[in-house]
Structures are given as C-alpha cells and as structure tokens.
C-alpha cells in the first residue's frame, strides 16, 4: 500500500530517518499526516476541497488529544458514524526523550472501514512496525496503562515508603521490569510525565492521573529555566 506524507513539522513518532517515511509516495492517494499540527492541516484540507472519499486511508499523527477533536467523532461521546470511517489517528509511542519504540497505536474511528484499516494497518507493518489497534480515547492504550503506575511510585517515594534505590531495584527484581520507575522517568524527563498525566487528568478527571508532586516541580523548573 502507497501513501503519502504531508508533514507539519516536528514529529514525535519520526524524529529522525525511518523506513516509513522513506516508502512514502509524492502522488499516492492514501496520506498520512505527520508533526506537530498534522490534525490542523487535514482539517484544512478537507475545507479546501480535498475528497476524503478518494483515499484509502488517512492516518493522522496525535499527541495528547483524541483522533475525534479533529474528525468530530469521539468514542468517548458514543457517537455511531458522523466522523469519515477511512481515517485513524496514529502515535508511535514514545517516553519522554527517550527513542521512539517500535510501537504503533493505531485509533480507530466508532464506525470503522474494515478494508482502510487493514491498508492502514499493513502500512506501518512494511515499514517494520507493530500495530496495536484501539479505540479513541484519551492516552490510547500504553498511557492509560502505566501512568497511574509511574504516579502511585512518585507517591510512595514521597511518603517515604523506600528510596528511590530500593523501590526500583525490588521491582526490578521481584517482578523482573528492566528498569525501575523512578530511573526510568528521571532518564526520559520527568517534566513530560507531567504533560501527558495533566492532559489525562483533564480529560478523565480520574485523580489516578493526577500529576503526582515530584512530576509537578519537574515540570514547573523546565517552564522557568525556558524564560
């Protein structure tokens, strides 16, 4: 399956050379919008004119937000159709500063074209990719999963339950995770730990993704030192 890329600056999922963005096709009908306002620039595109119809599929990059807040279609509103059911939003997962992982969350729309996703899909599989398919909610899956995690250790490294040491090494032992919390967000900054809790927060209101305090002050002395 051919695609085309339109780029819209930085792009958290392609920071640097890929396979993917290499297959890429100047005239292929199937686009993928990458970058910073790759939602923007479909809206855009479609006011100006563009046929959605003609395209096999649409992949839309997104950070934080809901493939729904630029299609209009949100599961979260448990809306049946409105929204086009060729187009996915997609986010290559990513902590922090750290590297991207080879992780493809694929969002699909409430009603879905079952042909489109599977060419979607197939797409980030040529370039080497896996592929988890989820519905549009907020933080998909990986960030649903392990942020009130990584906030119930900042927690109890604040109560001081152990030190941070001790905390990683027993669960890196006693569960076998490779690297314990409290080093793995002070590796890939802590100060985006915030930014991606506090967007859950507000979108959830679950206080499970509050941000916890450490992750607070991380954040706040990035946005000063940034002045």
Not at 35 to 55: H, I, N, S
Not at 62 to 69: A, P, T, V, W
Not at 106 to 116: E, F, G
């Amino acid at each position: 399956m051919t695609y085309r890329i339109i780029s819209t600056g930085d792009s958290r999922s392609f920071s640097e050379g890929h396979a993917f963005v290499e297959a890429a096709s100047g005239d292929a009908a199937a686009r993928v919008y990458i970058g910073t306002d790759a939602g923007r620039a479909f809206v855009e595109e479609r006011r100006g004119g563009w046929r959605l119809e003609d395209a096999p599929f649409v992949a839309i990059e997104l950070g934080n937000e809901c493939l729904g807040d630029h299609t209009g279609d949100c599961a979260l509103a448990d809306l049946e159709g409105g929204a086009a059911s060729n187009v996915f939003g997609f986010a290559r997962f990513r902590l922090g500063d750290a590297k991207p992982s080879n992780l493809i969350e694929l969002v699909k729309p409430a009603v879905a074209d079952p042909t489109a996703l599977g060419a979607a899909k197939a797409a980030f599989e040529a370039a080497g990719f896996v592929v988890a398919v989820c519905g549009d909610f907020p933080g998909r899956i990986v960030d649903r999963l392990v942020r009130p995690y990584y906030n119930a250790a900042l927690r109890r490294l604040d109560e001081k339950l152990a030190s941070a040491t001790d905390m990683d090494m027993t669960l890196r032992l006693g569960l076998g995770y490779p690297e314990g919390p409290i080093a793995l967000l002070e590796r890939t900054g802590l100060q985006h730990h915030y930014e991606v809790t506090q967007s859950l927060y507000e979108a959830l209101g679950d206080t499970a993704y509050a941000p916890a305090r450490r992750a607070q002050v991380a954040y706040r002395r990035t946005r000063d030192s940034s002045k």
